[in-house]
Nanobody
């Protein structure tokens, strides 16, 4: 069974950091582009970042540019999202998803989704 599992969420103070992980089971992430999305209460799910199969192409939402970094370790079948300088507005459930080979930020392009991990930024 194809499955994505996010981890690494939690409660952090403003200005702090977290690293989210997206691990795959039942399939090899090497063949998929991976996207990170988030959904805050009462808001639509939005794209945060994505990375191509090789890792050579990445993209970020304007709201996280310069603060978040996406990377992948295909040997570990895992993609990471390093989040620095966190702000209260980053509070959301973060999801990873797998699709095709190209890095795109469109929700509809993604076939497989994880269950999400909660990130709360608060003092």
């Amino acid at each position: 069974q194809l499955q994505l599992v996010e981890s690494g969420g939690g409660l952090v103070q403003p200005g702090g950091s977290l690293r989210l992980s997206c691990a795959a089971s039942g399939f090899t992430l090497d063949y998929y582009a991976i996207g990170w999305f988030r959904q805050a209460p009462g808001k639509e799910r939005e794209g945060v970042s994505c990375i191509s199969t090789s890792g050579g192409s990445t993209n970020y939402a304007d709201s996280v540019k310069g603060r978040f970094t996406i990377s992948r370790d295909n040997a570990k079948n895992t993609v990471y999202l390093q989040m620095n300088s966190l702000k209260p507005e980053d509070t959301a459930v973060y999801y990873c998803a797998a699709a095709g080979t190209m890095c795109v930020m469109a929700i509809g392009a993604y076939d497989y989704w994880g269950q999400g991990t909660q990130v709360t930024v608060s003092s």
